[in-house]
């Protein structure tokens, strides 16, 4: 059982929206989850300004998990898929006899994004586009909400290692009917 948080945001895209969404929605995440020193920057999609961070090494991490999703997808694997980012702190592991034998990755929050792609007729095009503005907006609802929460706050481990953008471990999965890619 999770004994820390997992956020989930669902989120029904098109092929022409899937790669702009994904970026700006893990780019949100990112934005509001890493404690080094942040570039802020915006992007906007279907009316909605998102956050994100202006670094390099983040926006690359980003740019090949979209990737990878939208090749699962064009790949016909299936129409739905997943991207979850995980953040953990590094602590000591242990052994049988108490003596410790390194370091172990432990998760201290999990984001869900459940993404299904659907391509709407174009007399839906309008509504399909007002429901995924609207969804955008409820997922930085969703994020500002968490992160400012006590559940939120508390769930973040003390920074010992104040190097780089993120002093936290982050892995990115990336799931394609139910099974992880890349």
């Known amino acids: 059982m999770n004994t820390y948080p997992t956020i989930t945001i669902d989120l029904i895209l098109d092929r022409v ?3 702009d969404v994904l970026h700006a929605i893990l780019d ?18 279907f009316g909605v300004t998102m956050p994100g961070v202006s670094d390099a090494e983040m926006g ?4 090949e998990k979209v990737e990878l999703f939208w090749k699962g997808i064009e ?12 953040f953990s702190e590094k602590r000591p592991k242990k052994s ?9 990755d432990v998760p201290w929050e999990q984001w869900i994004i459940n993404a299904e792609i659907q391509q709407p007729r174009d007399r839906d095009r309008q509504k399909f586009d007002a429901a995924l503005s609207n ?11 968490h992160t400012s929460s006590d559940r939120g706050r508390t769930a973040v481990p003390l920074i010992t290692n104040a190097t780089g953008i ?9 799931k394609v009917g139910g099974v992880e890619i890349g």
């Not at 690359?60 to 740019?63: A, F, M, S, T």
């Not at 969804?135 to 909400?145: D, F, G, N, V």
């Open 75 to 86: 790949e016909g694997m299936s129409k739905r898929g997943q991207i979850i980012i995980t």
């Open 166 to 174: 993120s002093p936290f471990p982050i892995r990115i999965a990336v």
């Open 96 to 104: 049988w006899f108490q003596v410790y034998v390194g370091e172990e």
């Open 135 to 145: 969804t955008l907006t409820k997922a930085i609802h969703t994020m500002l909400t």
């Open 17 to 19: 929206t899937i790669k």
């Open 60 to 63: 690359q991490l980003v740019e």
């Open 28 to 45: 949100a995440i990112l934005f509001h989850r890493l404690f080094g020193t942040v570039k802020p920057t915006t992007r906007e999609v």
